[in-house]
């Protein structure tokens, strides 16, 4: 079985890493650290430009129609650029919600806006620390109206709508489970910035006092939808990581060469080369698991939460490590503000937790492990 992609989504790619490379390099980033902006609006208008928005959102609904496979590569540009930009959360999370459980109106009525960056959406679940279960939903949902609060919501200070997971028959556990969608600028909302490590994602805690708020697929089908959205942001996030991991060992590997210590390359020293070999591994791995995330996310195939739950576990080890070990190898100026090394440290913590704990993704394989050799 073949699972590399094609030569026009190979082009796809080098186009995008083009673009990019003259649009966001690391100094676009630090201007975003540096600054008082959450995103680079500029930048996301760009983007918007190139159509990328709209690669996996069907014609009908204002995008471009191309697939999964296609967005899985630019996914993997944005993360080699860490594009300070709002893109996972509005088009991994909040496009995909309304793919997978909106009906056409609401998908005509958000789609298009998504697909001409005209609108930043959110995902809004987690209402504690750790994992997030049925029985720790106390979000109401109840006549339109929406009332409790959401903690930790990525790009939620800048997102203009936000689907959120809440109960709507209190006590029912995940049988009460729904969808909805929240106009975040309307009525009953109320938002509180968090200081996070990441500065270019920023998080908020969102409140939301009898808020108006519009259902989003069936009651008692919440957690499922939920599901089946993470399980393709997980993917699509998997191969952003791996691009981030992928920078991390070639900055280490160019510096390992460059960089001189008593009179050789510091790359000549046998604990560099395990370094950089163990960095080279890890991301061999997450690229593996992320292609077989693609595969089954483009067919549709049964084995999507199995493969989903591999390439974010993997992914999200490869991107850690490699993070780590970069600034090892840069040494004790690998630590300052000046250098990028903190830059990709930063993205690969936020990203390894935005869309839940990695035990919870291992528990998921356990699981799905289970249930398939039933």
């Known amino acids: 079985m073949n699972f590399d992609f094609s030569d026009d989504q190979k082009m796809l790619k080098d186009q995008a890493r083009k673009f990019l490379s003259e649009k966001c390099t690391t100094k676009t980033v630090r201007t975003v650290f540096e600054g008082d902006q959450h995103y680079d609006a500029n930048l996301w208008k760009q983007?918007?430009?190139?159509?990328?928005?709209?690669?996996?959102?069907?014609?009908?609904?204002?995008?471009?129609?191309?697939?999964?496979?296609?967005?899985?590569?630019?996914?993997?540009?944005?993360?080699?650029?860490?594009?300070?930009?709002?893109?996972?959360?509005?088009?991994?999370?909040?496009?995909?919600?309304?793919?997978?459980?909106?009906?056409?109106?609401?998908?005509?009525?958000?789609?298009?806006?998504?697909?001409?960056?005209?609108?930043?959406?959110?995902?809004?679940?987690?209402?504690?620390?750790?994992?997030?279960?049925?029985?720790?939903?106390?979000?109401?949902?109840?006549?339109?109206?929406?009332?409790?609060?959401?903690?930790?919501?990525?790009?939620?200070?800048?997102?203009?709508?936000?689907?959120?997971?809440?109960?709507?028959?209190?006590?029912?556990?995940?049988?009460?489970l729904q969808l909805c969608v929240v106009d975040l600028k309307g009525a009953g909302v109320t938002r509180t910035t968090n200081t996070t490590l990441d500065a270019s994602r920023g998080h908020s805690d969102i409140t939301f006092d009898n808020a108006a708020a519009e259902p989003l697929g069936k009651a008692g089908e919440g957690w499922s939808d939920m599901q089946r959205v993470l399980d393709r942001a997980a993917i699509l996030m998997a191969f952003e990581q791996v691009g981030g991991a992928d920078v991390c060992l070639a900055m280490a590997k160019d510096y390992a060469l460059n960089r001189y210590a008593f009179g050789r390359p510091i790359a000549s020293f046998q604990a560099i080369k395990h370094k950089l070999a163990d960095m080279y591994v890890n991301n061999e791995l997450a690229r593996s698991n992320a292609y077989y995330g693609a595969w089954a996310l483009s067919t549709g195939a049964r084995e999507l939460p199995l493969a989903a739950a591999s390439a974010r576990v993997s992914a999200t080890q490869a991107f850690d490590y490699a993070s780590k070990e970069n600034i090892q190898t840069h040494g004790g100026i690998g630590f300052t503000w000046q250098m990028d090394c903190h830059f990709y440290y930063k993205r690969a913590k936020e990203t390894g937790l935005v869309l839940g704990p990695q035990r919870a993704w291992k528990d998921r394989i356990v699981s799905e492990l289970e249930t398939s050799n039933a």
């Open 47 to 176: 983007i918007a430009e190139m159509g990328w928005h709209g690669t996996a959102i069907p014609e009908e609904f204002g995008g471009l129609g191309l697939g999964y496979l296609e967005l899985c590569v630019i996914a993997e540009e944005m993360g080699r650029a860490l594009a300070p930009v709002p893109f996972s959360s509005t088009v991994y999370l909040f496009a995909e919600a309304l793919l997978i459980a909106g009906s056409d109106e609401q998908k005509k009525k958000y789609l298009p806006k998504v697909a001409e960056g005209l609108l930043i959406g959110t995902f809004a679940r987690a209402e504690g620390p750790g994992a997030v279960l049925p029985k720790n939903i106390k979000t109401t949902l109840k006549g339109g109206k929406l009332s409790g609060k959401k903690i930790a919501v990525v790009d939620g200070p800048i997102a203009d709508f936000a689907v959120v997971l809440a109960q709507t028959n209190e006590g029912a556990g995940e049988r009460g």
